[in-house]
């Protein structure tokens, strides 16, 4: 059986930010952005070390609620992240390894 290599990404927000279920959330990894689900995301990558950014874009802030972090990927290794969105549209992110 073959394990893939590369980070899982689960976006989190209140409930209550009903406007984000409308808005995509983008992962941007060593300067390569992919915008997309909030939800089970698998991005394949190579063994080593990766700059992860996520945000979203709101009303005129392209890069919204930002949140970054540097993983170390092994060979067959999957790195679970989560990302949870603050109360306010005007504070950082928080972005975590979990698991």
């Known amino acids: 059986m073959s394990t893939q290599t590369g980070i899982s990404v689960q976006g989190r927000h209140n409930p209550m930010?009903?406007?984000?279920?409308?808005?995509?959330?983008?992962?941007?990894?060593?300067?390569?952005?992919?915008?997309?689900?909030?939800?089970?995301?698998?991005?394949?990558?190579?063994?080593?070390?990766?700059?992860v950014n996520?945000?979203?874009?709101?009303?005129?802030?392209?890069?919204?609620c930002a949140a970054g972090i540097t993983v170390q990927v092994a060979d067959g290794q999957t790195v679970a992240l989560e990302y949870r969105t603050?109360?306010?549209?005007?504070?950082?992110?928080?972005?975590t390894v979990i698991g």
């Open 17 to 51: 930010q009903v406007f984000l279920y409308f808005i995509r959330l983008t992962v941007e990894v060593d300067g390569k952005a992919q915008t997309g689900a909030w939800r089970g995301r698998f991005i394949p990558l190579s063994p080593g070390s990766h700059q």
């Open 86 to 95: 603050p109360q306010l549209m005007t504070s950082d992110g928080r972005l």
């Open 54 to 64: 996520v945000f979203f874009r709101y009303l005129f802030k392209a890069r919204c």
